[in-house]
C-alpha cells in the first residue's frame, strides 16, 4: 500500500520560512515524478510546484517562484519544499503527491488528476 505522509507545517509569521518533508513508502520511489499542492476552505486543491524523477527539472506556479525550493532524496525516499519569504496567502494545507505513472513528466502546471497517491496534508499558517 502506498502511503505519503507530510511533515514540517505550523504556524509562521509573514517573510518567515518552513520547510516540508513528505516520506514515501509501498512505491519504488524513484522513477515517479511528485509535486506538491495546496488547498484553502471552499476552493481547489492549487498545484505550487512539481519535480521529475531525476530531480533535475522542477516547475512552480507563478505564486511561489522564487521563494518556494522542491527537492528530493530518492536513497531516503522523501521529498522536499523550502518554504521562504511567506506570506498571509501562502496558509493552507499543503499535500504531496505521486504522479500515476512512472517516467511521466513536462515542464509546466500539473493537475491533481496527473497524480494518484496522496499524502494526508499538513497545514501552513502564515500570520502575525
Known amino acids: 500500500q502506498v502511503q505519503l505522509v507530510e511533515s514540517g507545517g505550523g504556524l509562521v509569521q509573514p517573510g518567515g520560512s518552513l520547510s516540508l518533508s513528505c516520506e514515501v513508502s509501498?512505491?519504488?520511489?524513484?522513477?515517479?515524478?511528485v509535486g506538491w499542492f495546496r488547498q484553502v476552505p471552499g476552493k481547489e486543491r492549487e498545484f505550487v510546484t512539481v519535480?521529475?524523477?531525476?530531480?533535475?527539472?522542477?516547475y512552480y506556479a507563478d505564486s511561489v517562484k522564487g521563494r518556494f525550493t522542491i527537492s528530493r532524496d530518492n536513497a531516503k525516499k522523501t521529498l522536499y519544499l523550502q518554504m521562504n519569504n511567506l506570506k498571509p496567502e501562502d496558509t493552507a494545507v499543503y499535500y504531496c503527491?505521486?504522479?500515476?505513472?512512472?517516467?511521466?513528466?513536462?515542464?509546466?502546471?500539473?493537475?491533481?488528476?496527473?497524480?494518484?497517491?496522496w499524502g494526508q496534508g499538513t497545514q501552513v499558517t502564515v500570520s502575525s
Open positions: 503527491a505521486a504522479h500515476k505513472r512512472p517516467f511521466a513528466y513536462y515542464n509546466g502546471r500539473h493537475s491533481a488528476l496527473d497524480f494518484d497517491s
Open positions: 509501498g512505491l519504488t520511489f524513484s522513477p515517479y515524478a
Open positions: 519535480i521529475n524523477w531525476t530531480g533535475d527539472d522542477t
